[in-house]
């Protein structure tokens, strides 16, 4: 089980907007502790997406976006594009694991 | 550009040592990044290992502590992995990645190595 809890899967239409979410609790996401979120596509190293909570690196469409509250993230993909078929992970730090990495268990998301 | 190049065995067998490099290019392991190693088994998610500062310091995923060792090589830009007593379960493709600062995100990755533990 993952200390992080993300939705097995999502899925969209091309155009469509969807969000995909992260808990946590109050040792890690709660405590304060940054999220960031990563794109892995099929076959490929993960990259980073959104950093710091809401913070998208060079070369990411602002179709991304990122949203941090209490002990819960959430990542919106906004005019869903068929490129965007990846798994997204959520990841952040856990004060009750020795300052540990934690991630979530990874989203798929099924661009319809 | 900073890049990551995993390398090493893609064959352990059960009870032995896992022992993977991580060569750094285009940027110094001696600069203010963490360095983090970060596996995946076939199908599943992601599982931090562990990560390293150029002084030496480290910090450890409590469920593997007991069975790794991340090490640095400022002369050489690289980082090494240690994963003592494997087993089936630590079959996995392993990633090496460049961590931004302490607490940051992995902002560059390595391709990933597959490393299978069977005899």
């Known amino acids: 089980q993952s200390v992080l809890t993300q939705p097995p899967s999502v899925s969209g239409a091309p155009g469509q907007r969807v969000t995909m979410s992260c808990t946590g609790s109050?040792?890690?996401?709660?405590?304060?502790?940054?999220v960031h979120w990563y794109q892995q596509l099929p076959g490929t190293a993960p990259k980073v997406l959104i950093y710091?909570?809401?913070n998208r690196p060079s070369g990411v469409p602002d179709r991304f976006s990122g949203f941090k509250s209490g002990t819960s993230a959430s990542l919106a993909i906004s005019g869903l594009q068929a490129e965007d078929e990846a798994d997204y992970y959520c990841?952040?730090?856990?004060?009750?694991?020795?300052?540990?990495?934690?991630f979530g268990g990874g989203t798929k998301l099924t661009v319809l | 550009q900073v890049q990551l190049q995993e390398s090493g065995p893609g064959l352990v067998k059960p009870s032995g040592t896992l022992s993977l490099t991580c060569a750094v290019s285009g940027g110094s392991i001696s600069s203010s990044s963490w360095w983090t190693w970060v596996r995946q088994p076939p199908g599943k998610g992601l599982e931090w290992i562990g990560q390293?500062?150029?002084?030496?310091?480290?910090d450890y995923n409590p469920s593997l502590k007991s069975r790794v060792s991340i090490s640095v090589d400022k002369s050489k830009n690289k980082f090494s992995l240690r994963l003592s007593s494997v087993t089936a379960a630590d079959t996995a493709v392993y990633y090496c990645?460049?961590?931004?600062?302490?607490?940051?995100?992995?902002?560059?990755w390595g391709q990933g190595t597959l490393v299978t533990v069977s005899s």
């Open positions: 710091a909570n809401s």
């Open positions: 990841q952040s730090y856990d004060s009750s694991l020795s300052g540990s990495w934690v």
């Open positions: 390293i500062f150029h002084s030496g310091s480290t």
């Open positions: 109050s040792s890690n996401i709660g405590a304060g502790y940054d």
């Open positions: 990645a460049r961590v931004y600062s302490y607490q940051s995100r992995a902002d560059y």
